[in-house]
């Protein structure tokens, strides 16, 4: 995946043969039950990636490319919000 790429599937993905279920084996979480993950990063300007907004779903679905769109674009409104808190944040203390 390149760092522009705005969907991730593959090995993170609980579906996956090679790696089924190791990102959701947390204490609290079922990974038996999770047939669908998709996720979006959240990526700065400059290349910092900040985590992820996820998609998981019990029922095993595909994402259209609409769907992939939408989930890029949560994922860059959750940076601006980020962006908007830091830099209020950053004007308190000035």
């Known amino acids: 995946m390149r760092l522009g790429d705005p969907l991730r599937q593959g090995p993170g993905d609980p579906r996956h043969p090679r790696r089924p279920g190791r990102l ?3 204490p609290g979480h079922r990974p ?3 047939r ?3 996720a979006a990063p959240i990526v700065t300007h400059d290349g ?3 985590g992820t907004v996820n998609i998981l779903d019990t029922r095993p679905r595909l994402i259209t490319e609409d769907d992939t769109a939408t989930l890029a674009d949560l994922a860059a ?3 601006d919000e ?3 808190r ?3 944040l950053q004007r308190l203390t000035q």
Request: glycine residues 4%; charged residues 20%.
């Open 86 to 88: 830091l830099a209020a």
């Open 48 to 50: 910092h990636r900040l």
């Open 82 to 84: 980020m962006e908007m």
């Open 32 to 34: 038996d039950g999770v």
């Open 77 to 79: 409104i959750v940076l």
């Open 36 to 38: 669908f993950y998709a």
């Open 24 to 26: 959701l084996q947390r």
